[in-house]
């Protein structure tokens, strides 16, 4: 069975940091691109940052490019975004992807809150 697995999430204040980590079981980790997607309350759902199977490439959205890094350590199974310099307009649901053509897959996390807020 499937399981993606966020964690990491919460209440920051503007300027700080949180890490989220994705945890995955059930499937061949290392064969599939890996991302992060936020959905804040009133907007379109946004591809934040993405990996590929190997973690040689990175991809960043424009509004988060400089302040967070997508990782992923194919021993551990597990996926992370480290952010840095939170803004208020960070602030969403942030769900972890897995997919592969290859593979045939395409997994989402249950989603973990982060607000940055005074």
């Known amino acids: 069975q499937v399981h993606l697995v966020e964690s990491g999430g919460g209440l920051v204040q503007p300027g700080g940091s949180l890490r989220l980590s994705c945890a995955a079981s059930g499937f061949n980790f290392s064969r599939y691109a890996l991302g992060w997607e936020r959905q804040a309350p009133g907007k379109e759902r946004e591809l934040v940052a993405g990996?590929?199977?190997?973690?040689?490439?990175?991809s960043y959205s424009p509004s988060v490019k400089g302040r967070f890094t997508i990782s992923r350590d194919n021993v551990k199974r597990t996926m992370y975004l480290q952010m840095n310099s939170l803004k208020p307009e960070d602030t969403a649901v942030y769900f972890c992807?897995?997919?592969?053509?290859?593979?045939?897959?395409?997994?989402w996390g249950q989603g973990i809150q982060v607000t940055v807020s005074s």
């Open positions: 990996i590929t199977p190997s973690g040689d490439s990175t």
């Open positions: 992807n897995a997919v592969s053509a290859y593979e045939d897959g395409d997994y």
